[in-house]
């Protein structure tokens, strides 16, 4: 089984849904993040987490939300979906403060019409 | 700030082809690099890293050595097979605060590899 995993794999909605993406590791890691992916623009981070109780902004929170439910659990929130928010989602995780590789899922497309 | 740029794509090639991709840094301090693969459908992998000047990262038949000097941190192989079709990602650690690592990512590669 994968460790790191992103549900739902493929999403479609309109402008203006509440839309929540969700993100679930078995690694025990600590850290986990959220990034898109934009075609010609690498990745952007989102939001990050470093515990249940800490979470923090990225480069381009505006827009989305988060949640940290408990060490394994970290979703993404579009409160109000709009077609610029169109985009692949990765989720991905970090051991500790001393590591620096990250552990990516793989991924949701979301399509905002 | 840090940055990381990446040489545009696609990058095509036949089967048994050289491969270099180019990656250069921005960055303050000593930054670990990295190489992260995404093949078609799938999320990114780490696919070598280095941690600091003059170190060399392998894996896959694919090498990477951090040049200091040049800022860079070029993607190599010999040989490459149709399998290594992908999108390529340079990457770079950004320590700030508590440790609290930040990858930043170049705009990607994609590299095509016809039989």
């Known amino acids: 089984d994968a460790d790191v995993t992103q549900t739902p794999r493929n999403r479609i909605t309109k402008t203006g849904k509440r839309i929540m993406l969700e993100c679930s590791q078995t690694?025990?890691?600590?850290?986990m993040y959220w990034y898109r992916q934009d075609p010609g623009l690498g990745l952007r981070l989102i939001y990050y987490s470093f515990d249940v109780k800490d979470i923090n902004k990225g480069e381009i929170s505006d827009g989305y939300s988060v949640s940290r439910q408990a060490q394994a659990k970290f979703s993404l929130s579009l409160e109000s979906a709009i077609p610029n928010q169109t985009a692949l989602y990765f989720c991905?995780?970090?051991?500790?403060?001393?590591?620096?590789?990250?552990?990516f899922g793989p991924g949701t497309r979301l399509t905002v019409l | 700030g840090n940055s990381v740029t990446q040489m545009e794509g696609p990058v095509t090639l036949s089967e048994e082809a050289f491969l270099t991709i180019n990656c250069t840094y921005t960055a303050t301090g000593y930054p670990s690099l990295f190489w992260y693969v995404q093949y078609p459908g799938e999320g990114l992998q780490l696919l070598l890293k280095?941690?600091?000047?003059?170190d060399k990262g392998s894996n896959k038949g694919f090498e990477a050595t951090y040049r200091k000097e040049t800022t860079s941190f070029h993607l190599e192989k010999g040989s490459v097979q149709v399998s290594d079709s992908a999108v390529y990602f340079c990457a770079l650690s950004d320590a700030w605060g508590d440790s609290s690592y930040k990858l930043i990512f170049g705009s990607g590669t994609r590299l095509l590899v016809r039989p």
């Open positions: 690694k025990g890691h600590d850290r």
């Open positions: 991905a995780t970090r051991p500790d403060r001393n590591t620096d590789t990250q552990y």
């Open positions: 280095a941690t600091k000047a003059d």
